[in-house]
């Protein structure tokens, strides 16, 4: 049986990562890949944003592959891109089953399959051993949906109702799925910020305890965090090391360092394999100390990556990040002091804040001083407390799924408009990456350049009129 898995054409998988030069691979697709394989499979990938292929050239490997089976990966903002592709494949072959997976699929699977008569099955939460059951019941018995209803984990329609089979349990033991099949993949394509390096992506961790309002992760991974053992880390890392020639190793994880133990005794498996890698890896500001972020650095860390959100403590505690202002400027310090790299996200546009709230913000970014700041607007992704806030108080005025990249306002506030985020997101990467002195400390590096041109991304083509308007 031959199995397609797809990442759609069109639009990126995340507009933000496209514009700050990150391509990342679809580690989802690749894990159920893999299984697939261990169990008999014959698999193909096609990354099509990071192959920049278009939905003709799509069409075209689709043809000379001729699957038996489609599946499909969709962010929100892709979600319509699958609805296309699903309609030219079933014009290619009407018969061929076509799977979607995803967040987005996950918490609005009525919603999918109500507007696409071409999506079969959605696949809810984690996706390898759902799929991997899925494709045993269709090899065998077709799309019989009194078989189908035997798969935990997928929704479909049934006489023109909505079907869901129920929860699927968490996969407790990680260390038992084989690694991404990373020989689909076009390895030699992925970047971070646009440098010329081979990299490769890993992730070490499921799951986030902490929910916050605006992140999807703890309600499409769960709440309970589980991880890899460390072996099974460094044995990838070190795999990919020698097959892919590779140094730079970039962590997916939303946050590697919740166990202080884990990292410590990683920290020394990379020392006595003598892995000599550089990594990066997302970190919380209540999860460092001068101990840690200094064997962090020495051992081969480039840069961490803290969410900070915020400067004003009313909306990290709204928001539910359970960490204090001063918490996030102790961090950044310590980075500082070892002569470390780091990145914070600042979130704009949450709807109780005011503009001075969001200035203030702004302002302690450039006070932070990380190597790099991410600004984004508050985005109510399906699935998470802010969308149903923003349902709630009818604050949701676009409702076009594209829209939903973290970079296009789509809520507003209690006392501002979108058009005002807009103008305040342009201000955000003016002000930090243009200031007097950033311009005077970088300009003769090679970095200015990258930033440069990650930051016009970012701002064209639809934020240029806004910054006209602002000077």
């Known amino acids: 049986m031959k199995v397609l898995l797809l990442a759609p054409p069109g639009l990126e998988r995340l507009e933000i990562c496209q514009s700050i030069g990150v391509r990342a691979p679809p580690l989802g697709l690749a894990y159920i890949a893999s299984i697939l394989e261990h169990n008999g499979y ?6 099509s944003p990071t192959l920049d292929f278009d939905l003709k050239r799509v069409i075209l490997e689709i043809k000379m592959f001729k699957p038996d089976i489609v ?42 399959l109500s507007e696409s008569v071409n999506i079969d099955i959605t696949v809810i939460g984690e996706g390898e051993y759902t799929f991997l059951e ?18 935990k984990g997928i ?3 049934d006489n023109g109702k909505i079907y869901f089979t129920g929860y699927r349990r968490l996969i407790a ?19 971070v910020f646009d440098k010329p390096v081979r990299v490769v ?34 044995d990838e890392i070190e795999d990919v090391v020698y097959r892919y020639r590779v140094k730079n190793i970039v962590f997916v994880d939303d946050e590697l360092t919740i166990i202080r133990k884990w990292m410590i005794d990683f920290l020394n498996g990379l020392k006595e ?40 403590q009313k909306t990290l505690d709204q928001i539910g990040k359970k960490i204090t202002v001063q918490q996030i400027i102790n961090a950044f310090k310590l980075v500082r002091e070892v002569k470390g790299e780091s990145a914070g996200s600042f979130i704009l546009g949450l709807p109780w804040e005011t503009i001075e709230d969001m200035r203030r913000t702004i302002a302690f970014a450039s006070k932070l001083n990380p190597s790099y700041a991410q600004f984004t607007v508050a985005t109510p992704y399906p699935g998470t407390p802010l969308y149903m806030l923003a349902l709630k108080d009818n604050l949701i005025e676009d409702k076009n799924w594209s829209h939903y990249t973290t970079l296009i ?14 103008k305040l997101l342009v201000q955000a990467y003016i002000l930090f990456y243009f200031s007097p002195n950033r311009l005077f400390k970088e300009m003769e590096s090679r970095r200015f350049k990258l930033i440069t041109e990650m930051v016009m991304r970012i701002l064209k083509p639809r934020h240029l009129q806004i910054l006209k308007s602002t000077l």
């Open 155 to 157: 929704a479909f329609r």
């Open 134 to 151: 899925l494709l045993n019941v269709i090899g065998k018995h077709g799309l019989n949906p009194n078989l189908l209803k035997s798969v």
């Open 409 to 422: 306002p789509v809520i507003r506030g209690y006392s501002f408009t979108r058009e005002q985020v807009s």
């Open 71 to 112: 599946g499909l990966t969709a962010l929100t903002p892709t979600i319509y891109n699958a609805y296309e592709i699903a309609k030219y494949i079933k014009a290619i072959d009407k018969e061929v089953p076509i799977v979607v997976g995803g967040p987005h699929v996950t918490f609005m699977y009525k919603e999918v």
């Open 42 to 47: 014959k698999v193909k990938i096609i990354d």
């Open 273 to 312: 394999r003598r892995l000599d890698i550089c990594f990066t890896c997302g970190s919380r500001v209540d999860h460092v100390d001068r101990e840690l972020i200094s064997r962090m650095y020495s051992q081969g860390c480039s840069i961490i990556y803290f969410g900070v959100e915020s400067a004003n």
């Open 173 to 191: 033991n990680l260390d038992s799925l084989p690694p991404p099949a990373r020989h689909l993949l076009p390895m030699d394509r992925y970047t």
């Open 201 to 234: 992506h890993v992730i070490a961790s499921r799951g986030c305890p902490y929910g916050c309002i605006y992140c999807s992760t703890s309600y499409f991974m769960g709440r309970l965090y589980r991880i890899r053992s460390v072996n099974s880390v460094l």
